[in-house]
């Protein structure tokens, strides 16, 4: 995905956006810019799934599902711990687990919930692989600048992680929201 992909429904919220790579030894590059975020007030950033066997989210790459309303969700490489409880993913269908994720240094991603004004809660991100994550970019899932709490990011390789990026999930009036960071160990250095 080099160029630039929106989906805003009819009413202004957030749209829906799915790109893969397939799961079976396939790749996907995203370079550009995919935006499922809402146009208007009072309205919900939508969905955004990247997925294949390998994904890199590259430095030049701005991927947005934000809202005055409410932060959307963004799955890169998966759903939430590798949708491994689908009582507690965020997507209604099963994500395909990548087995490389790679987000590098400069890619934006962003499920803010109320930029401009709303008082939404931050959305959801998670970035995730089943053997090796690389997250060297920036995350936002505020609350909204009036109100609405931070959102839920997960950053995780089920066995190797390196994060060296950064994430915000605080809100100016609301409750900070959650970081996970869940490989099979950790160090911190």
Do not use: C, M
């Not at 090796?132 to 997960?154: H, K, M, N, P, Y």
Request: glycine share 20%; aromatic share 4%.
């Amino acid at each position: 995905v080099a160029g630039t992909v929106a989906a805003q429904n009819a009413d202004g919220s957030g749209g829906t956006v799915e790109v893969t790579g397939g799961a079976t030894g396939g790749a996907l590059s995203v370079s550009g810019t995919i935006d499922a975020s809402a146009t208007k007030p009072a309205k919900a950033g939508g969905k955004i799934v990247a997925t294949a066997a390998k994904v890199t989210v590259a430095a030049t790459a701005k991927i947005s599902a934000s809202g005055t309303a409410a932060g959307g969700t963004v799955l890169i490489g998966g759903d939430r711990h590798g949708g491994s409880d689908a009582s507690q993913d965020f997507s209604s269908t099963p994500v395909t687990n990548a087995q490389q994720t790679t987000v590098e240094a400069g890619a934006q991603i962003s499920a803010d919930g109320g930029p401009g004004g709303g008082t939404g809660d931050g959305g959801h991100v998670v970035v995730w692989s089943n053997e090796q994550t690389d997250f060297a970019g920036a995350i936002s899932a505020r609350g909204g600048d009036l109100g609405g709490d931070g959102g839920f990011v997960e950053t995780s390789g089920e066995q190797h992680l390196a994060f060296t990026g950064t994430v915000d999930t605080r809100s100016p009036y609301g409750a900070t929201g959650t970081l996970l960071l869940d490989p099979s160990n950790v160090t911190i250095n």
